[in-house]
């Protein structure tokens, strides 16, 4: 089976860095993304990592732990247009193929 | 490059009535589609996972004669929504991937969704 848990809510200041952590236990674990869903919007693609280490893409990082089923994102200089939900999302096998599993998502608000 | 669109981007009708919600890859050619549902404060749910010219392969619980999908061309999946009831109210958003399913491309590119209301 698999599991996705990441905070619900997170503030952050505009200008500011924060992380946001997901954790996972994901049978058969081959990826893990970051989507941005804006309120009301379909999610977009933000990172995909696969092999430990830290993947760098402008302002957004996103860093994982293979041996720990941990990742997180990391977002620099934040703007206020970054306010949105970030889904964490693990990939491994149920039933027999592979499927990638959604967390619930982390609600960021940045604020002045 | 790899945008995806959804069409129609709302509908409202009434219960007892089909609705048929179009997913198409624009620039890239989409070997695997995935249709989703999202609930409000919700995640999204996967429904059904289809590879172009195969049968959709179904999560559990979700009724495959209710949702019937076609992934009639590598650019276009339909899902549509038979007899519709009024908690099939939601967000449908539809994915494209143009790897397979569990391959080193399969990263998923969204669709804008589809928001049903069942009356």
């Known amino acids: 089976g698999q599991n996705i848990d990441q905070p619900t809510e997170m503030t952050a200041t505009e200008g500011a860095i924060v992380q946001i952590n997901c954790t996972y236990q994901?049978?058969?674990?081959?990826?893990l993304f970051w989507y941005q869903q804006h309120a009301g919007e379909a999610p977009t693609f933000l990172s995909y990592?696969?092999?430990?280490g830290l993947e760098e893409k402008g302002r957004f990082s996103s860093f994982l732990s293979r041996s720990k089923g941990y990742s997180y994102l990391l977002l620099k200089e934040l703007q206020m247009k970054d306010s949105a939900s970030y889904l964490c999302?693990?990939?491994?096998?149920?039933?027999?193929?592979?499927?990638?599993?959604f967390g619930i998502g982390t609600k960021l608000q940045v604020i002045p | 490059g790899a945008v995806v669109s959804q069409h129609p981007s709302w509908v409202i009708c009434k219960s007892g009535t089909s609705v048929k919600i179009e997913c198409r890859s624009l620039?890239?050619?989409?070997?695997?589609m995935f249709w989703y549902r999202q609930f409000p404060k919700q995640s999204l749910m996967l429904m059904a996972t289809?590879?172009?010219?195969?049968?959709?392969?179904?999560e559990q619980g979700v009724e495959k004669d209710k949702f019937l999908i076609n992934h009639a061309s590598l650019t276009l999946s339909t899902l549509t929504v038979t007899s519709a009831h009024p908690e099939d109210s939601s967000f449908y958003i539809c994915?494209?991937?143009?790897?397979?399913?569990?391959?080193?491309?399969?990263?998923?590119?969204f669709g804008p969704g589809t928001r049903l209301l069942v009356l």
């Open positions: 994915s494209a991937s143009p790897g397979l399913a569990g391959g080193p491309r399969e990263t998923q590119y």
């Open positions: 994901t049978s058969g674990f081959n990826g």
């Open positions: 990592n696969v092999l430990d």
């Open positions: 999302a693990a990939r491994g096998d149920s039933g027999g193929y592979q499927k990638v599993t």
């Open positions: 620039d890239f050619q989409a070997t695997t």
């Open positions: 289809s590879n172009e010219g195969s049968k959709a392969t179904y």
